[in-house]
């Protein structure tokens, strides 16, 4: 039997500085992915950003917290992302970065785990020649 080939949506909590953090896609499905390379491909800018994040927890003036969730629209969210300061950009897509080659080194790591149980003989024994 083979592994499992869709993507499970999982949430995962991405530390940032200053106690804020980062909710984020665990892994692009294949159309999170195609939409993402469509994005880039199209120099839409914030592509890796959009595609990943989920929520946040940052702040602006006043602890006034900075609203961020898919509900709203792309280009509502890329407006958003356009108001950050860059170094907290920096920080966004340096997070998402390490991010991505985690679960990318995961996933050969377990390419390279053998299996728990051995794999079934192709042949029966309860069958006579």
Same mark, same amino acid.
Not at 27 to 34: F, K
Not at 55 to 68: E, F, H, M, N, R
Not at 82 to 111: F, G, M, P, S, Y
């Given at each position: 039997?083979?592994?499992?080939?869709?993507?499970?949506?999982?949430?995962?909590?991405?530390?940032?500085?200053?106690?804020? =953090?980062?909710?984020?896609?665990? %892994?692009?499905?294949?159309?999170? @992915?195609?939409?993402? /390379?469509? +994005?880039?491909? %199209?120099?839409?800018? =914030? !592509?890796?950003?959009? $595609? @990943?994040?989920?929520?946040?927890?940052?702040?602006? /003036?006043?602890?006034?917290?900075?609203? @961020?969730?898919?509900?709203?629209?792309?280009?509502?969210?890329?407006?958003?992302?356009?108001?950050?300061?860059? !170094?907290? /950009?920096? %920080?966004?897509?340096? $997070? /998402?970065?390490?991010?991505? $080659? +985690?679960?990318? +080194?995961?996933? %050969? $790591?377990?390419?390279?785990?053998?299996?728990?149980?051995?794999?079934?003989?192709?042949?029966?024994?309860?069958?006579?020649?």
């Amino acid at each position: 039997m083979g592994r499992c080939r869709i993507v499970t949506p999982e949430t995962v909590r991405l530390p940032l500085s200053d106690g804020d =953090f980062l909710d984020v896609q665990r %892994e692009l499905n294949a159309g999170d @992915y195609v939409d993402l /390379l469509t +994005a880039l491909t %199209e120099r839409k800018p =914030f !592509a890796k950003v959009i $595609a @990943y994040v989920l929520g946040w927890s940052l702040c602006a /003036l006043a602890d006034t917290p900075i609203p @961020y969730d898919t509900d709203m629209s792309e280009d509502d969210r890329r407006a958003t992302i356009r108001n950050l300061d860059k !170094a907290t /950009l920096r %920080e966004i897509v340096a $997070a /998402l970065d390490r991010h991505e $080659a +985690a679960v990318d +080194a995961d996933r %050969e $790591a377990k390419k390279k785990t053998p299996p728990t149980e051995p794999a079934s003989s192709t042949t029966s024994g309860s069958v006579a020649p």
